[in-house]
T-cell receptor
Framework: GQSLEQPSEVTAVEGAIVQINCTYQ??????LSWYQQHDGGAPTFLSY????GLEETGRFSSFLSRSDSYGYLLLQELQMKDSASYFC??????????FGSGTRLLVRP | GAVVSQHPSRVICKSGTSVKIECRSL??????MFWYRQFPKQSLMLMAT?????????EQGVEKDKFLINHASLTLSTLTVTSAHPEDSSFYIC????????????FGAGTRLSVL
């Protein structure tokens, strides 16, 4: 079957750096995406990796290693507003986006 | 600004009634839209792919006669939950990929359905 594994919860302090890991096992792979979702809100696109390496977008960076079926989202200079759920997602061979179970990030003062 | 507009944001209905949810693409044409369902503290589960001018493609386990999808124009897709039951209570979200990269989807604000 298809699966994407993420930690269920992560807690960090304001100003710190946090890394959210994602390992995947899917039928086909056409890139790894990351989405943020605040409670009661819709997911918003954060980052996308099609090739190995690091993609940086402001305070957020995303990394991919296709040989390890692994990626991570790195959040720097954490702010209180970063408290949300973060989902990794993989495009599979059917061109469907498969989402991970999500990681709830709690940023403390 | 918003790329996708979804209405209503919240609906409460009685068991046995039908509820229609609209998803509109703003300022662009969407030949494909996606409908997801999300239960509290869980992930997004793809229900179906809505294709303009043709039948929707449903995921395994999703009843097409219960969740009617219509994509009659390039800017509007609708999901109708027919004969709703309390177990259908969930957060329904539509999305589309305006730049044609399905990895990068833009979501509507979602509809929280509560069936009494």
């Amino acid at each position: 079957g298809q699966s994407l594994e993420q930690p269920s919860e992560v807690t960090a302090v304001e100003g710190a750096i946090v890394q959210i890991n994602c390992t995947y096992q899917t039928s086909g792979f056409y890139g790894l995406s990351w989405y943020q979702q605040h409670d009661g809100g819709a997911p918003t696109f954060l980052s996308y990796n099609a090739l190995d390496g690091l993609e940086e977008t402001g305070r957020f960076s995303s990394f991919l290693s296709r040989s390890d079926s692994y990626g991570y989202l790195l959040l720097q200079e954490l702010q209180m507003k970063d408290s949300a759920s973060y989902f990794c997602a993989v495009m599979d061979s059917s061109y469907k986006l498969i989402f991970g179970s999500g990681t709830r990030l709690l940023v403390r003062p | 600004g918003a790329v996708v507009s979804q209405h209503p944001s919240r609906v409460i209905c009685k068991s046995g009634t039908s509820v229609k949810i609209e998803c509109r693409s703003l300022d662009f044409q969407a030949t494909t839209m996606f409908w997801y369902r999300q239960f509290p503290k869980q992930s997004l589960m793809l229900m179906a792919t809505s294709n303009e001018g043709s039948k929707a493609t449903y995921e395994q386990g999703v009843e097409k006669d219960k969740f009617l999808i219509n994509h009659a124009s390039l800017t509007l897709s609708t999901l109708t939950v027919t004969s709703a039951h309390p177990e259908d209570s969930s957060f329904y979200i539509c999305s589309t990929d305006p730049i044609g990269a399905k990895n990068i989807q833009y979501f509507g604000a979602g509809t929280r359905l509560s069936v009494l």
